[in-house]
Nanobody, 124 residues
Framework: QVQLVDAGGGLVQAGGSLRLSCAAS????????MGWFRQAPGKEREFVAA????????SFADSVLGRFTISRDNAKNTMYLQMNSLTPEDTAVYYC?????????????????WGQGTQVTVSS
């Protein structure tokens, strides 16, 4: 069993930055791929970024590539999403997720555990 608590959302102006965090608790956390998804009102949940369970490889949605970075601190059992150059289109509830040895980073169904979500609002 893994518990995830995501935090760090807020209101920011376009062009600004935010850093989200996801604190994990449970066993064998280094064996989980960690990901971020987001869901805007009236839209489906979409993949944002992921960091692999093994060697730390990363993957990003095209819409955030070059603006967002993802990292994990296994010693602290925490994952981060640094979001720069935010636009109103980034407004959504952001969820962290954990998938046991998941290699299909962008598929929500491949993640076993989810955080409660944190709201990010970008004003124009």
């Amino acid at each position: 069993q893994v518990q995830l608590v995501d935090a760090g959302g807020g209101l920011v102006q376009a062009g600004g930055s935010l850093r989200l965090s996801c604190a994990a608790s449970g066993r064998a956390l280094s064996a989980y791929t960690m990901g971020w998804f987001r869901q805007a009102p009236g839209k489906e949940r979409e993949f944002v970024a992921a960091i692999a369970w093994g060697g730390g490889g990363t993957s990003f949605a095209d819409s955030v590539l070059g603006r967002f970075t993802i990292s994990r601190d296994n010693a602290k059992n925490t994952m981060y999403l640094q979001m720069n150059s935010l636009t109103p289109e980034d407004t959504a509830v952001y969820y962290c997720a954990a998938g046991w040895k998941n290699n299909n980073y962008s598929s929500p169904g491949r993640y076993d555990y989810w955080g409660q979500g944190t709201q990010v609002t970008v004003s124009s």
